[in-house]
């Protein structure tokens, strides 16, 4: 781990070109991981001169590091190896039905902490951010000792307004107008963003995960929560007017289907359910890889008949999304992961035998790879995307005093 280094106020720079450059270096290094200097220029079109003064200016704020490059055998000069900071951290926080995920993410999209509390009943939004700035002040000496945080993200299952956290209806948990982002940056002094979870997992998987390096992806989450989605379309997240649009949870899969949270009927997220799954396999609640392992050894007639009805309304959910948005990836997450693992025939022909022949030639499914984290990671990014735009303008932040949960009321 590279030596910590504090970025002063001096260190911000005005001049809006150097800043455009600064913010493009820091997030290609942060999107890949580690890029050498020489990646760097080719990813960049800058001169060799340029970026190495740039990453010069990026080390002294202490946000990336250098090393020697990997590797024996090269030929010419090495280029040395650029990584992101592990010290430059952003909060993240996903409320559930059943329970509030706490972590931090450093640069690059590692989870370095998860706290998973359980709640015995689905939690108001105040309640929500009580536990989460709890568990945030537990962790405050941590955070201050060796970390700069640049925000909290908030991942929420439901319609939210992105441009200023307000949640106007998450029907699971039973919230309406809650301005979350803004009671949960008042209890811990850091800046809150929040947005629907789905959308944060399309990003996060497009960026890290299963869909990289994919401009056209369809993301879908299957969870306690119901069923999300996010759409990526020439590389960036459709947002909609508000920022509610990937409600793929509510595509119409069924005449005289029941009817959903949301006051329709026949919605996806009414045919295709984890609880109807876990109840099958016998369990009370389970991740998604021991629900798989049940699932995957019953030898119920009635387990099997489930799975493959759950498969053909979440065949016609997709086939409807790949004629309309012609994806290059689906990214199924959650039990639907699951339920393409256990019969990913399936739904692979459900797609060729019922979508166009185009856009059904063109699209692969993919299982999440982020596994358990992608929440944080999404979250995260959120929270990370004003650090982005002016990554020298770090330095010159400052934590508000919190308000208490007694004051907030």
């Not at 911000?12 to 999107?31: A, F, G, K, M, Q």
């Amino acid at each position: 781990m590279p030596p910590r280094t504090h970025a002063s106020a001096a260190a911000s720079e005005p001049d809006p070109s150097r800043r455009n450059n600064l913010s493009l270096l820091t997030s290609l290094v942060h999107h890949h991981g580690v890029l050498s200097r020489a990646q760097l220029t080719r990813h960049t079109g800058l001169n060799r001169s340029t970026v190495g003064t740039l990453i010069g200016q990026l080390v002294s704020l202490g946000l990336v590091y250098e090393t020697a490059p990997a590797g024996e055998g090269q030929v010419g000069r090495p280029s040395p190896e650029v990584h992101p900071s592990p010290s430059v951290a952003a909060l993240a926080v996903n409320p559930e039905i059943d329970a509030v995920t706490i972590g931090l993410v450093s640069l690059g999209g590692k989870v370095q902490k998860k706290i998973r509390f359980d709640t015995e009943r689905i939690p108001s939004a105040r309640e929500a951010v009580n536990i989460a700035s709890a568990v945030i002040a537990g962790m405050r000496s941590e955070l201050d000792a060796s970390y700069r945080v640049t925000g909290i993200g908030m991942a929420v299952p439901g319609l939210v307004n992105r441009d200023d956290g307000l949640v106007r209806h998450a029907p699971h948990l039973g919230w309406r107008n809650e301005p979350v982002a803004r009671m949960l940056s008042e209890a811990t002094g850091y800046s809150c963003q929040a947005a629907n979870d789905a959308s944060l997992g399309a990003e996060a998987e497009q960026l890290f995960g299963a869909g990289a390096g994919q401009g056209n992806l369809l993301y879908l989450n299957g969870g306690a929560s119901g069923i999300g989605g996010g759409i990526i379309s020439d590389g960036q997240l459709l947002k909609g007017a508000s920022g509610y649009a990937g409600e793929l949870g509510h595509t119409f899969v069924r005449s005289g289907g029941k009817t959903c949270h949301c006051g329709a009927t026949g919605c996806l997220e009414t045919e295709v359910s984890q609880s109807r799954l876990l109840e099958l396999a016998g369990l009370s609640r389970a991740d998604t890889a021991d629900l798989e392992k049940a699932l995957a050894n019953s030898s119920s007639i009635e387990v099997g008949d489930e799975v493959a009805r759950q498969l053909l309304y979440l065949g016609i959910a997709l086939r409807n999304a790949v004629n309309i948005f012609n994806p290059e990836a689906i990214v199924l997450d959650g039990f639907l992961g699951t339920l393409y693992a256990l019969a990913p025939a399936s739904l692979d022909g459900a797609l060729l035998s019922q979508a166009m022949d185009g856009p059904a030639g063109q699209v692969k499914i993919y299982r999440a790879a982020l596994g358990s984290d992608l929440m944080m990671i999404g979250a995260a990014e959120l929270a990370f995307t004003r650090f982005l735009a002016d990554p020298a303008g770090l330095g010159t932040t400052t934590r508000t005093v919190p308000v208490s949960a007694s004051q907030a009321g």
